[in-house]
């Protein structure tokens, strides 16, 4: 789950403002310590949920292992491409951090319920699942962004493609497994999560994109111009969510990749 509050608007080139801030090292170090913490994040919050699975549904361990694993992954990524250019990450600024936020707002499972040994249930794996669905939609939508300006960029298009292979396949787990879940009688809980989560989520991530281009404005020096159409875009960017186009991160269809955590994850690349 990539989530860096990189909202760009329309207005704006998307590859032009990506490559000013891949270009400044202050700027880089900052987009890396975001992403790699988010997903660090990420990963340790499956691999909790993994170990705290039901017995009902013990088959989607592997597969809640293994997306942690990708997580953990991507994490490592980000950190690899911050050593390659001889930067240490940086302390995330709490505005800035979206996985946190979101369940400051009640979204996703607590970390208390995930720290203690009690086994989770049904509507746990629900609410797992729902927020995934949601987080994961995101996420993909970032990285088919940033594959296409860059996914030959000879720094982080590599990085780029796996990531964006990953999140693929863990929007597909999402929609495969709710609908499995939702065959099982739970089709109206799961509507309701989807849908909670997902008005809650686009209004973090308002903040968080708010956020993040502040500080990159103050980073790159942007002209308060610049800073204010960035701005204006990202609230439009949420009024069109807010209106219907929350939408598309509650709606399930089966997916072409079937199965798609059914295998072991793949190892990070090396970048050095």
């Not at 369940?103 to 203690?116: F, P, S, T, V």
């Not at 939609?137 to 594959?147: E, I, N, P, S, T």
Request: glycine share 8%.
């Amino acid at each position: 789950m990539v989530s860096d509050g990189m909202e760009v608007p329309a207005m704006l080139s998307a590859r032009s403002l990506f490559q000013e801030i891949l270009d400044n090292d202050e700027s880089f170090r900052l987009f890396c310590s975001i992403a790699a913490s988010g997903e660090s994040q990420g990963g340790w919050e499956n691999g909790r949920i993994a170990a705290l699975v039901p017995d009902s549904r013990r088959e989607l361990a592997p597969k809640i292992t293994r997306h942690g694993a990708d997580e953990d992954k991507h994490g490592r990524i980000f950190h690899a491409l911050l050593k390659k250019r001889g930067l240490e990450p940086v302390e995330v600024p709490h505005e800035t951090d979206y996985t946190m936020l979101l369940e400051k707002h009640g979204i996703g499972l607590a970390h208390d319920k995930l720290r203690a040994d009690e086994p989770l249930t049904e509507q746990d794996i629900i609410t797992y699942l729902s927020h995934s669905r949601v987080t994961e939609q995101r996420a993909a939508d970032q990285m088919v962004m940033l594959r296409k300006y860059f996914g030959d960029h000879p720094e982080v298009g590599r990085a780029v493609k796996m990531i964006s292979n990953d999140e693929d396949n863990h929007l597909a787990y999402c929609h495969e497994e709710l609908l499995r879940t939702a065959r099982a009688g739970h089709g109206r809980t799961i509507q309701r999560t989807l849908r909670d989560c997902a008005l809650v989520e686009i209004g973090v991530y308002r903040d968080v994109s708010l956020a993040v281009m502040e500080h990159m404005g103050r980073i790159l020096r942007w002209s308060p111009t610049k800073s204010k159409a960035l701005a204006a875009g990202i609230h439009a960017m949420h009024a069109y969510e807010r209106a219907g186009g929350w939408r598309r991160m509650v709606s399930l269809k089966m997916p072409e990749r079937r199965d798609a955590l059914g295998g072991p994850a793949t190892s990070a690349p090396e970048f050095a």
